[in-house]
């Protein structure tokens, strides 16, 4: 009994340390500068306005000279990256105002023409910014997408994704020798159903250990306990549906869509608990 409670404890330590996510903990050193009223990069001016209206909101446009090109807008933003060199990029965070939500990263590739990449990161207030010496860092930081799905939101987990420039295409791409680099061990089950569980399972599919993941549930499922098929259906359904899952290829990226095959579940069905 002792030893299922302690099991229990410890996945519930994991599963905190995920939503730790939002408060940087955990991803990585996350360059910020005010931005300041006037940028230029590679020939591409940024202008910086200050907040404005009702709800105050910040601009920032983008010219070549007298063309203008790109403008921006959101309550607050600031500059966490900059080089003018053969493969010119600037990029920005901006926030939109409101509890958990919602930080975008701005990435700008200023030559030959100017390419934007919008990328929403939810929660993530502080976006892990590794360093890779001559080119762009890696991009790392949490997928909220099970955020209050069945828990609240300070237990809610939030898997690690990692993103690295591709030159050839002017754009991140999910970095999947990255993802899978020092896979977690997985644990030995606990004894109930909850954030702690899927939590686990969220790393290690995020890592590229898919089928440890469902091997997991099937260890970790209490015995007698009803509703495993509906809860492996819901939790699938809402994998699949993550806007970052979707996005940058996860599933086929880290194999498994073979482990976790679209299940057909109402979403009524989901919404009851286990």
Not at 13 to 40: C, K
Not at 64 to 79: P, S
Not at 142 to 155: C, K
Not at 222 to 232: E, S, W
Request: hydrophobic residues 45%.
């Amino acid at each position: 009994m002792w030893r299922k409670i302690l099991l229990s404890i410890w996945l519930c330590g994991i599963a905190a340390a995920q939503a730790d996510v939002l408060n940087d903990t955990v991803n990585g050193p996350h360059p910020t500068e005010p931005l300041p009223a006037r940028l230029v990069v590679a020939g591409i001016t940024l202008r910086h306005y200050p907040p404005a209206g009702q709800p105050p909101t910040e601009e920032v446009t983008v010219a070549r000279g007298a063309q203008h090109l790109l403008w921006l807008g959101d309550q607050h933003f600031e500059l966490n990256y900059q080089r003018d060199n053969r493969d010119p990029l600037v990029i920005l965070t901006s926030w939109s105002g409101g509890a958990h939500c919602c930080f975008t990263l701005h990435v700008l590739s200023l030559a030959p023409a100017v390419r934007q990449q919008v990328i929403g990161v939810e929660d993530n207030d502080e976006v892990g910014f590794i360093d890779q010496k001559d080119a762009p860092p890696l991009l790392r930081f949490g997928d909220f997408n099970f955020a209050y799905w069945h828990a609240a939101f300070v237990d809610s987990p939030a898997p690690r994704v990692i993103l690295r420039w591709d030159p050839a295409a002017r754009r991140y791409a999910a970095d999947f020798a990255a993802m899978r680099a020092n896979p977690p061990k997985p644990p030995e089950p606990g004894s109930e159903v909850g954030p702690a569980l899927w939590g686990v399972m969220l790393d290690l599919i995020y890592a590229g250990q898919a089928p440890a993941a469902h091997q997991l549930l099937d260890r970790a499922w209490p015995a007698g306990h009803k509703g495993k098929a509906r809860f492996l259906a819901c939790f699938t359904k809402q994998l699949r549906s993550g806007k970052l899952w979707r996005r940058f290829g996860l599933g086929s990226g880290l194999e498994a869509d073979a482990a976790f095959p679209p299940m057909p579940v109402s979403a009524r069905a989901c919404r009851a608990d286990w």
